[in-house]
T-cell receptor, first 116, second 113 residues
Framework: EPEVTQTPSHQVTQMGQEVILRCVPI?????FYWYRQILGQKVEFLVS????????KSEIFDDQFSVERPDGSNFTLKIRSTKLEDSAMYFC??????????????FGEGSRLTVL | DQQVKQNSPSLSVQEGRISILNCDYT??????FLWYKKYPAEGPTFLIS?????DKNEDGRFTVFLNKSAKHLSLHIVPSQPGDSAVYFC????????????FGKGTKLSVIP
């Protein structure tokens, strides 16, 4: 069964350091997403990406965050200068394009980021 | 800002009985609703969905009911099995734009053998 894969599974970094989280979405999917879940809180939308550009982003996704799809398969989330409050589980998700705007998002297993 | 609310953080049910997980929403623009199941150290896994034009959708042991006037949906699992023990998230989307999901905080279901 096709799946979304994420690396690394866990990253520990010092505050102020740059972090790149990587995702390989399901191959025929066209919509890509990053969500995050701070421990004990709900899963929150960060950004959606379609046709090589950001289609929507939340207020969490400030100038410290960026996404790109450099090679047509990987989808990356970069945090330029990490803060303590960036510590969370980051989930990548993808969705195939359907005629109607419905259908499920497929999530990866997540990358746990710990900022010290 | 809790547009999707799951007011029960946890629920315990005996194996074989029915599990009912509830979800309320406030945004009347939501028109598509999904339930995801999450095990520890894994990503959310899609379970079942329902469009706002329906009031019920069934898939095996899982049934989702939608009451649009009350802005309420529920997930019924019958019969409940120990493997169903997980955190269940209700999610909703307006179906417009990029199809971002708004999640509830989740309900941890424990099915007791």
């Amino acid at each position: 069964e096709p799946e979304v894969t994420q690396t690394p599974s866990h990253q520990v970094t010092q505050m102020g350091q740059e972090v790149i989280l990587r995702c390989v979405p399901i191959s025929n999917h066209l919509y890509f997403y990053w969500y995050r879940q701070i421990l004990g809180q709900k899963v929150e939308f960060l950004v959606s990406f379609y046709n090589n550009e950001i289609s929507e982003k939340s207020e969490i996704f400030d100038d410290q965050f960026s996404v790109e799809r450099p090679d047509g398969s990987n989808f990356t989330l970069k945090i330029r200068s990490t803060k303590l409050e960036d510590s969370a589980m980051y989930f990548c998700a993808s969705k195939e394009k359907t005629g109607a705007n419905t259908g499920e998002l497929f999530f990866g297993e997540g990358s746990r980021l710990t900022v010290l | 800002d809790q547009q999707v609310k799951q007011n029960s953080p946890s629920l315990s049910v005996q194996e074989g009985r029915i599990s009912i997980l509830n979800c309320d929403y406030t945004n009347s623009m939501f028109d598509y609703f999904l339930w995801y199941k999450k095990y520890p150290a894994e990503g959310p896994t899609f379970l079942i969905s329902i469009s706002s034009i329906k009031d019920k959708n069934e898939d095996g042991r899982f049934t989702v009911f939608l009451n649009k006037s009350a802005k309420h949906l529920s997930l019924h699992i019958v019969p409940s099995q120990p493997g169903d023990s997980a955190v269940y998230f209700c999610a909703a989307t307006t179906g417009a734009g990029s199809y971002q999901l708004t999640f509830g905080k989740g309900t941890k279901l424990s099915v007791i053998p």
